[in-house]
């Protein structure tokens, strides 16, 4: 779920010191099923500026382009809209973003103690630019930080991370960025366009 980009070590016992990613821990399917299936609404709150706005209407251009998908804006946040939200990360864990999957319980109250691999009814959603900022160094730009958002999008409709020999110029939702040579979003930041393997994993999701 969490993107970032750090050193890595092997659970083989070889210690691999490596700018690919990450510690995050990973849902095994994201098979679980989302309150909407593919079709819900985001909702930005207030840290999200107008500049932060174009990372996560990019991500959201990204995947609609799959017919089973739609992921609309909304500027009231209700039940089971996702939340997105910017904040400022801590650069020593080189986490770009991370999303965190609630639910309701039968009295209807929000709870979160839940992974990717449960049934969620909503996702909240946060980009760290100022970690972003940091780790793509002078390769930052609004198509990379699209591509962070891009990614973090994809896990709130149930995608994983793929596997390795699937490229970052395949998925968006691959891992293993580097400093300073963070991917772009695929296309560009002016002509979004998924790819063949995001769109055909996506369309078998919903
Ligand atoms: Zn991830």
Redesign the pocket.
């Given at each position: 779920?969490?993107?970032n980009v750090g050193y890595l070590f092997s659970f083989l016992g070889l210690v691999f010191i490596t700018l690919i990613n990450p510690v995050?821990p990973e849902a095994a399917n994201h098979q679980s099923t989302r309150y909407g299936n593919g079709f819900h609404y985001a909702f930005y709150d207030s840290s999200v500026n107008s500049t932060h706005e174009q990372y996560f209407n990019l991500a959201r251009t990204y995947w609609n382009q799959s017919p089973k998908v739609g992921i609309g804006r909304t500027y009231s946040r209700t039940a089971y809209t996702d939340k997105y939200s910017v904040a400022s990360g801590d650069i020593n864990t080189l986490v770009l973003g991370e999303v965190f999957p609630g639910y309701y319980d039968t009295a209807g109250v929000a709870k979160y103690n839940i992974g990717m691999d449960d049934k969620w009814d909503f996702v909240n959603l946060v980009l760290y630019t100022n970690t972003m900022q940091y780790a793509g160094g002078s390769s930052y730009s609004l198509s990379t930080a699209s591509h962070v958002a891009a990614?973090?999008v994809g896990?709130t409709v149930k995608q994983k991370?793929p596997p390795s020999n699937i490229s970052l110029n395949q998925s968006v939702?691959q891992?293993g960025y580097t400093f300073n040579n963070l991917p772009v979003i695929p296309g560009g930041s002016g002509n979004v366009q998924i790819t063949t393997y995001d769109l055909n994993s996506v369309n078998s999701k919903f």
């Open positions: 779920m969490r993107k995050e990614h973090e896990h991370h939702v891992t």
